[in-house]
C-alpha cells in the first residue's frame, strides 16, 4: 500500500554534490526506517544509511562523513544529502521504506534513480 518516488540523481563531477528526495505515500505505519540502498554494475545491492522515525541515523562506513541522511515526518519524505562524490560511489540509488511489526516487517522500494560520479 506504500508507493515511493525517487528523484535527484544524475551527473557529476567528483568532488561535487548531489541530493536525493524520496517521498512515500500510502498508508504510512507510525513505526518505520526509511533509508537509501545502492547498486553498482556487477555488485550486490548494498545499504547506505538509514533513519527511523525517531531521527536515529545509520551510515556504511564508505559513506560516513561524506553522506547526510535526514526525513521530514510530516511530508513521509527521505533525503540523502551527498557530498564529496567520488566515482566508486556511482550506482542505482533505491529509497527503501520497512514498517515493523510485532513479529515480522515489510519492505518497499522506490524505483531506483541513477547517480553517476565521472570526470
Known amino acids: 500500500q506504500v508507493q515511493l518516488v525517487e528523484s535527484g540523481g544524475g551527473l557529476v563531477q567528483p568532488g561535487g554534490s548531489l541530493r536525493l528526495s524520496c517521498a512515500a505515500s500510502?498508508?504510512?505505519?507510525?513505526?518505520?526506517?526509511m533509508g537509501w540502498y545502492r547498486q553498482a554494475p556487477g555488485k550486490q545491492r548494498e545499504l547506505v544509511a538509514t533513519?527511523?522515525?525517531?531521527?536515529?541515523?545509520n551510515y556504511a562506513d564508505s559513506v560516513k562523513g561524506r553522506f547526510t541522511i535526514s526525513r521530514d515526518n510530516a511530508k513521509n519524505t527521505v533525503y540523502l544529502q551527498m557530498n564529496s562524490l567520488k566515482p566508486e560511489d556511482t550506482a542505482v540509488y533505491y529509497c527503501?521504506?520497512?514498517?515493523?511489526?510485532?513479529?515480522?516487517?515489510?519492505?518497499?522500494w522506490g524505483q531506483g534513480t541513477q547517480v553517476t560520479v565521472s570526470s
Open positions: 500510502g498508508s504510512i505505519f507510525s513505526i518505520n526506517v
Open positions: 533513519v527511523n522515525s525517531g531521527g536515529t541515523t
Open positions: 527503501n521504506y520497512r514498517e515493523f511489526y510485532v513479529v515480522s516487517h515489510v519492505d518497499y
